[in-house]
């Protein structure tokens, strides 16, 4: 089994990336995901969250109010930085969890570990996997962000300082793919990186 790891800059396009090497054959264990399903209604994370942050970071249904809780966290570091240390443990065990339930089951897959924090928290059993690294101007990234989650401005501006510059991140990459352009000219860069893994011992 080959390990890869897959990040970027928020709104990059780490998912269409993702999406792509998933459609060439790749098993791809997406972080964002396993955050998602580890603060869910009464698991013991979002009991923690609400220990640290307070009840009213919780819908009127038992879920964690994530857009409540995001304003907090990307206007405040220290509340970012308490979140992170209750949810990213929990993250990195489920990820090497789906990874050994990968290797149970297609010992030969290449895993593709979708980790957009990967360079901004300690990760250490990831941080020295070969990396793939998509990037997107700062410029294409706040555009997007807007567009995605109806942010303004001001709001997106804050998340993106939130992270460490993507620029910062292409000094671990192994390769790189550009995002900046069309879906044509992404797909062949990826379709290069899928070619250099099968090469690849």
Known sequence: MKL???TGGIASG????????????????EADTLAREV???????LRKIVAAFGPEFLLPDGQLDRRKLAELVFSDPAARARLNAIVHPRVRERMLEEVERIRTRRPDAVVVLDVPLLYDVPLPELESLPAIVVYASPQTQLRRLRAR??????EAERRLRAQR????????????????????????????VWEALARDP
């Open 4 to 6: 890869v790891a897959l």
């Open 14 to 29: 780490k998912s269409t990336v993702a999406r792509m090497l998933r459609e060439l054959g790749a098993e791809v264990v």
């Open 39 to 45: 603060v869910s209604a009464g698991s013991p994370a």
């Open 149 to 154: 989650d109806g942010l303004s401005e001001e």
């Open 165 to 192: 510059p993507v620029r910062e991140k292409l000094a671990h990459a192994k390769w790189v793919v550009d995002n900046d352009g069309d879906l044509d000219h992404t797909e062949a860069q990826v379709r290069e």
